[in-house]
């Protein structure tokens, strides 16, 4: 669950923190700067100056990437679709069809973002220089390994079926395909 509220600073499970990142959701680029900590569960982007901070949690993270476009940073998409009143509205809604929520959430601290289950948010963090990039790419890595991805299969079913496909093929699970000989007459 995407959490917004007001700027705070975790106090555990911290492997990377620095200050001065700038912050890119969509199109809106956040005008000030603020601090970004990499913990154990979340990637958390706050600023003092706004009282404003977003923390996303590790399976939220689709993909992540050193980007030079719209600047040097760290590119971000998130399985969700993020509104954040007074920082982003989210895409237009002609192409994302429904991704907005009639219902309003709660204006409280710490409420969660509005979001939608079918739609996508690109999100850059940009720091002040690329050895913080560099190092902020390194510390989300070693975040995201802790954290596999929501993709992951949790059904036992699932994993039996795949199991029992196995032994329906016997020997054909040890095919190659390595053997150049095996595909010498194919056209390229």
């Given at each position: 669950?995407?959490?917004?509220?007001?700027?705070?600073?975790?106090?555990?499970?911290?492997?990377?923190?620095?200050?001065?990142?700038?912050?890119?959701?969509?199109?809106?680029?956040?005008?000030?700067?603020?601090?970004?900590?990499?913990?154990?569960?979340?990637?958390?982007?706050?600023?003092?100056?706004?009282?404003?901070?977003?923390?996303?949690?590790?399976?939220?993270?689709?993909?992540?990437?050193?980007?030079?476009?719209?600047?040097?940073?760290?590119?971000?998409?998130?399985?969700?679709?993020?509104?954040?009143?007074?920082?982003?509205?989210?895409?237009?809604?002609?192409?994302?069809?429904?991704?907005?929520?009639?219902?309003?959430?709660?204006?409280?601290?710490?409420?969660?973002s509005e979001i939608s289950e079918s739609a996508m948010t690109e999100m850059w963090l940009q720091p002040a220089s690329r050895e913080i990039l560099d190092q902020m790419f390194s510390?989300?890595?070693?975040?995201?390994?802790?954290?596999?991805?929501?993709d992951v299969s949790e059904d036992e079913d699932y994993m039996e079926a795949e199991e029992d496909e196995l032994e329906e093929v016997g020997d054909m699970r040890n095919l190659q395909?390595?053997?150049?000989?095996?595909?010498?007459?194919?056209?390229?």
């Open positions: 669950m995407v959490t917004i509220g007001e700027a705070f600073t975790p106090t555990d499970g911290i492997i990377f923190s620095a200050t001065d990142v700038k912050l890119k959701i969509g199109d809106s680029l956040i005008p000030s700067p603020g601090s970004l900590h990499l913990t154990v569960g979340s990637c958390i982007w706050s600023c003092e100056e706004r009282n404003a901070s977003i923390s996303i949690p590790w399976p939220r993270v689709g993909v992540h990437a050193i980007s030079s476009v719209p600047g040097e940073g760290l590119f971000m998409m998130l399985d969700v679709n993020i509104v954040w009143p007074g920082f982003y509205s989210g895409p237009p809604a002609e192409n994302n069809g429904d991704a907005h929520p009639d219902e309003q959430g709660e204006d409280d601290e710490g409420h969660d510390a989300m890595r070693e975040c995201q390994s802790l954290n596999p991805g929501s395909l390595d053997d150049e000989e095996k595909f010498a007459d194919a056209e390229e």
